[in-house]
C-alpha cells in the first residue's frame, strides 16, 4: 500500500509539471475542451429552453372543463365538485361561475369583447375546472367524469394537447439526440487533443518503458495531467456560459419582451445544472481520453 | 545467465539482421560486442530488451525464456538490466537530475533513498554541475554520461551499453571503462556493443564479434581484431 | 517562375505524401474540423428555422384592416379600395364583407363558435384587408388611409407586430452572435489541432531550416497538407449535415406534425447555403490554420 | 573564408561555452575540431550554422557578418555549408532517398539532376541497398552515412561535420575519412569535430584544440595529443 501511496504523490506531481512544462499544448488543450463544453452549454441552453417553453404552454391547455346544466342547486354543484376531486389522477378542482366565464372570455378577446355586449343573455354554463396530475390520467378521468350525474358537456382539448405533446416530446428527443452526438464530437475532438499530445510525447512513452515502468506508472501523470486540463477546460466554459445566460436572461428581461423571459429557465436553475454537466463532462473527457488515446503507445 | 539459442531476427524478406545466433553469457561476465555498421549488434540488444522479438529461436535470460512472457512482465524484465542506448533516449522534458531520478520512482524507490542516491551516480560520471539542466542543454558526450548513470542507478544485474563512449573523447572514454570494470566487478554483468579498438584491445576481456547477423569470433581475453 | 511552379507541385507532392504518412494524425486532424464544423451546421439550422418560424408568423399579422362605415353604397366602397390601392407600400387590398367576416370568426373561436348565432344582428362591419409590401411603410399607410372618407376605424397590429419583429430581430442578432462565436471558437479548435500537429513535426522542422529551406518552401507543403485537411473534413461535416437535415426534415413532415414543416427552410435551400458555408469556412481553416500554427517553429 | 573575431558564447551566467576565441580558417582547408567533452566544439559548430548567435563577437564567412545578416538571408547562408550532425538529424518520416532528395530540392535541383545524383552520392557512402528504408530501420552507423551522404549532395563550399565517424566501425571510418579528404581535394572547406585518436594522427592536418572555451592549440599537420 506504501507503494502505491507513492505511486500516486508521484503522478500528481509529475502531472502538474508536465502541464505545466508543455504549457503550449496544455493551453492548446484546454482551450479546446472549453470550446467544445461551450458549444455544448450553447445547444443544451437552446433544447432546455425550448422545452421549457413547451412544456409551460403545454400546462395551460392540460386540463379537463366540465360544464354544469344550469338548473343545479349549489348542493348538488358542490357534491360533484367533491366526488371529481376523490378521482385517482385528479390534482385540484375549481369552480367556475357563468359571470366569471363571460368575464374571462371578454378580457381574452380584447378589442373583440365588444361583440359580447350584444348578447341577450349569458350563454355560458357554470363549471368544473379539473386539473390533473399528468396528463397520462386523462382518459380516465374523463370517462370516470362522465358517469356523474348534472354534467352538460365535458370539455376537454384532447387534440390541441396530444399535439402539443407530440412536438414537445419531439423536441425533447431532438434536443436529446443533439446533446448525445454533441457529447460524442466532444469526446472525440478531446480526444484526438490529447491523443496529438501524446503522439508529440511518444518518444518518451517509449523510453519510460524501456527503463521498466510499468503501465499503470507511466498512465498516471497523464491521466492527472488529462483531468488537470478537464478541470481548467471545464471552469472556462462554466464562467463563459453562465455569465452569457445570466446575460442574456437579464436582457431579455429588460429589454425584449419580458413577457418571454416567464418560458425561460431561471438563470440560476440553468447554471446549477449545466455546472454539473459540464464539470463532470470536462473532467471525464480529460481522464477518459489520456487513457483511449494512450493505449496505442504502452504496446512497446 | 543470458542464453541465446538458435536465434534469427529478420526485419524484411530478403535480408537477415540476425542468423541462427547460439550463445551464452554468465553471470559476471564483461562481454565485448563488435562488428562493421549494420552487422546486427544493436539488434541483438533490442531483442535482449524484447524491444522486439525474435523471428525464430528462443531467448533465455535467468532460465526464463523471454519471447513467451506476457505483456505485463515485460517491465519486471527490464528492470533487470540497466540500458545505456546508442542515441541516449532521455526524457526531454526532464532535467539530468530527473531522468535519473526517475528510473528510481519507476521501481518504487522512497524518496529519501533517491534523493541521496541520485547525487552519487552523478558525481560518478562527472556531470554532478549540469544536474538541472534539460538534455538539449548538454553537449553530446554529456548526454552519454546522463544515459549511463540512469543505467547502473538501480544496481541492474545486467548493464547493456550500446556504443556508450561514441561521443566521449579518449579520456573521459577511459574513465567510463574504469566505472564499467569498477561495477562489473561488483558482480553485474556486462555487455558492451562497441567500435572502440583501443579500450577492446586494451581491456582484455571476452569478445563476440558479428558479421553479417553470425558469430565469426568468441574469444576470451580477445582483440578488437579488425584491421584498418 | 520555373522555379516557382516546381516548387508548388514538389509542395502538393509533399503535401499528399504528409497527410498519408501521418495517417493517424490527420484522420485526427479531419475529425476535428468536421466535428466543429457539423456542430456549426447545427446551430445554423437552429438558427435560421426559428428564423424562418418568426418570419411566417411575422407576416401572418402584416395587414392594416379597415372597418367601412356601415351606411355606404357599392360604389363609394369600390372607389376607398381604389384609392387605398394607390398609396405607396401597399402590395393588395382585398373586401371582406361583414357576412364573410362573422363567418371566418365562428370558424376561428371554433368550440366556442355557438356563442355567436345568439347574436341579434351581425355586429361586424364590411373591411377592406391591406396587405403591405413591408412592415416600414405601415405607419405612412395608415397616416394617409386616415385621410379618407367612410371609415369608421383602421385596425392595425401594431404592437403586435412590433414585438414579434423586436423577437425577430433579437433572434437574428443572438443567431448571428452565436455563429460568429462558433466560427471563431472552431478557427481556436482547428488551429489547436495543426498546432499540435505542427508541435510534433517541430525537430522536422527545425531540420528542414539547417538544410538551406526557406520559409516558403517549408510552409508550403503544411498548407497544402492543411487544406487537404480542411476539404475532407469540409466534405464530411456537408454530408452529414445535409443527410441529417433532410431526415430531419422528412421525419418532422411525415410522422410529427405537417404544419411544422410549412415553417421550416426547405432541404435543398438549407443544404445549398451550409454546404457553401461548411467549405469555405473548412479549407480556410485548414490553410489559415497551418500558417498561424508554424509562424513560431518558423524562426530557427 | 571563416573568421570568427572576440567570439564568446555564454548558455548561462556562471559559465562560458566558448571565451573570446578568434579563428581563421581558409578556403580549401582540413581541419580538425578536438577537445574533451562540453569543451564548445558543437557550439562553435552552431554559431558557424547561426543556429546561435554570439553572446559577443563577429563571425565572418566569406567576408559578411552573419550575426547581422537577416532572418530572411538565412537559407542561403546555411546552403552554402552541407552538415552531419552529432545526431543526425534526418527526417523521420522520410526515406534515406528522400531525405537526400530533399536536400536537393531545397535548392531547386531539377527533378532529373535529383534523380541522377542521389544514386551516386547513396553508393559513394555505401548505404544503396538502404534507400527506401526510414531512418528508424537503420543502424546507427547507417544513420551516419545518410547524414554524411545529405551533407555532400550539393557539393557544399564548406563541409562541417561533427563527430561523423562516432558510430562508425574502424573500417568504415576509414573510408569515410578517405571520401572527406576526397571532397576536400576538390577544394571543399571541411571542419571535422571528432574524438577519434587515430585518424586524426594519421590524417596530418590541422588540429585546434580547444578546452573550455579557449583554443589551446592551433597546429598545421598536428596531432590529437591527449594522453590516455
Ligand atoms: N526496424 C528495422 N527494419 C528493417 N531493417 C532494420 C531495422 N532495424 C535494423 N535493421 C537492419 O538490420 C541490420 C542490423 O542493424 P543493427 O542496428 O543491429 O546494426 P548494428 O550492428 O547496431 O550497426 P551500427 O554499428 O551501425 O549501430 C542493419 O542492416 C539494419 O539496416
Ligand atoms: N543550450 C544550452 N544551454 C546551456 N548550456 C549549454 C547549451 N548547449 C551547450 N551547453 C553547454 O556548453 C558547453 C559546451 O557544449 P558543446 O556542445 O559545445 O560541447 P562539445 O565540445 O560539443 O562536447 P561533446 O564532445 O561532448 O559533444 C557544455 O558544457 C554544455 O553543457
Ligand atoms: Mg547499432
Ligand atoms: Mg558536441
Chains 1, 3 share one sequence.
Not at chain 1, 509539471?17 to 472549453?34: E, F, L, P, Q, V
Not at chain 2, 544485474?157 to 561514441?166: F, K, Q, R, Y
Not at chain 2, 558492451?192 to 581475453?221: C, F, P
Request: with cysteine.
Amino acid at each position: 500500500m506504501a507503494m502505491k501511496t507513492r505511486t500516486i504523490i508521484y503522478s500528481i506531481k509529475q502531472g502538474i509539471k508536465g502541464s505545466w512544462r508543455n504549457r503550449m499544448m496544455s493551453i492548446a488543450s484546454i482551450t479546446s475542451i472549453a470550446s467544445v463544453l461551450m458549444i455544448l452549454g450553447i445547444v443544451f441552453m437552446i433544447v432546455i429552453n425550448i422545452n421549457s417553453f413547451s412544456e409551460i404552454t403545454k400546462g395551460q391547455f392540460d386540463t379537463i372543463q366540465l360544464d354544469l346544466e344550469d338548473d343545479l342547486s349549489d348542493g348538488d354543484m358542490q357534491n360533484i365538485g367533491k366526488s371529481v376531486k376523490s378521482i385517482d389522477g385528479v390534482k385540484s378542482v375549481y369552480f367556475l361561475s357563468k359571470e366569471k366565464a363571460l368575464d374571462n372570455m371578454k378580457k381574452k378577446w380584447g378589442e373583440n369583447g365588444y361583440l359580447l355586449e350584444g348578447l341577450q343573455k349569458n350563454p355560458l354554463p357554470n363549471s368544473y375546472v379539473v386539473e390533473l396530475m399528468d396528463m397520462r390520467y386523462a382518459d380516465e378521468v374523463v370517462k370516470r367524469v362522465k358517469g356523474l350525474q348534472g354534467l352538460e358537456e365535458v370539455r376537454y382539448y384532447k387534440d390541441l394537447v396530444e399535439k402539443i405533446l407530440k412536438i414537445t416530446d419531439f423536441i425533447r428527443l431532438a434536443g436529446l439526440i443533439v446533446i448525445g452526438v454533441l457529447i460524442l464530437i466532444s469526446m472525440f475532438v478531446v480526444a484526438n487533443t490529447i491523443k496529438l499530445t501524446v503522439i508529440a510525447r511518444k518518444k518518451e512513452i517509449g523510453i519510460m518503458k524501456y527503463v521498466g515502468a510499468t503501465n499503470w506508472f507511466i498512465r498516471c501523470p497523464f491521466m492527472i495531467e488529462g483531468m488537470i486540463l478537464g478541470v481548467m477546460g471545464s471552469a472556462i466554459a462554466i464562467g463563459v456560459i453562465s455569465f452569457g445566460y445570466k446575460y442574456v436572461f437579464d436582457l431579455i428581461t429588460q429589454k425584449v419582451y419580458v413577457m418571454i423571459a416567464v418560458y425561460m429557465v431561471p438563470a440560476p436553475v440553468f447554471i446549477k445544472s449545466i455546472a454539473i454537466i459540464i464539470a463532470v463532462l470536462g473532467i471525464g473527457i480529460g481522464v477518459l481520453g489520456s487513457i483511449i488515446s494512450m493505449r496505442k503507445f504502452l504496446r512497446v | 545467465m543470458i542464453k541465446f539459442l538458435n536465434v534469427t531476427k529478420q526485419y524484411q524478406e530478403d535480408k537477415m539482421a540476425l542468423s541462427d545466433m547460439t550463445v551464452n553469457i554468465d553471470r559476471g561476465e564483461f562481454v565485448f560486442l563488435v562488428g562493421p555498421s549494420g552487422s546486427g549488434k544493436s539488434t541483438f540488444i533490442k531483442l535482449l530488451l524484447k524491444e522486439i522479438d525474435p523471428t525464430i529461436g528462443k531467448i533465455k535470460i535467468d532460465g526464463k525464456d523471454i519471447t513467451r512472457i506476457s505483456q505485463r512482465k515485460i517491465p519486471h524484465l527490464r528492470r533487470k538490466m540497466g540500458v545505456v542506448f546508442q542515441d541516449f533516449r532521455l526524457l526531454q522534458d526532464k532535467t539530468v537530475y530527473e531522468n535519473v531520478a526517475f528510473a528510481m520512482a519507476v521501481i518504487n524507490t522512497s524518496p529519501k533513498e533517491i534523493r541521496r542516491q541520485v547525487p552519487n551516480v552523478l558525481a560518478l560520471v562527472g556531470i554532478s554541475d549540469r544536474a538541472n539542466m534539460f538534455p538539449h542543454q548538454l553537449s553530446g558526450g554529456e548526454q552519454q554520461r546522463v544515459a549511463i548513470a540512469r543505467a547502473i542507478v538501480n544496481n541492474p544485474s545486467v548493464l547493456i551499453a550500446d556504443e556508450p563512449t561514441g561521443n566521449l573523447d579518449p579520456e573521459t572514454a577511459w574513465e567510463t571503462m574504469k566505472l564499467l570494470k569498477q561495477i562489473n566487478r561488483r558482480g553485474t554483468t556486462i555487455l558492451m556493443a562497441t567500435h572502440a579498438k583501443d579500450i577492446v584491445d586494451m581491456m582484455q576481456q571476452r569478445v563476440i564479434a558479428i558479421e553479417n547477423g553470425k558469430i565469426v569470433r568468441d574469444d576470451q581475453k580477445g582483440v578488437y581484431g579488425y584491421e584498418d
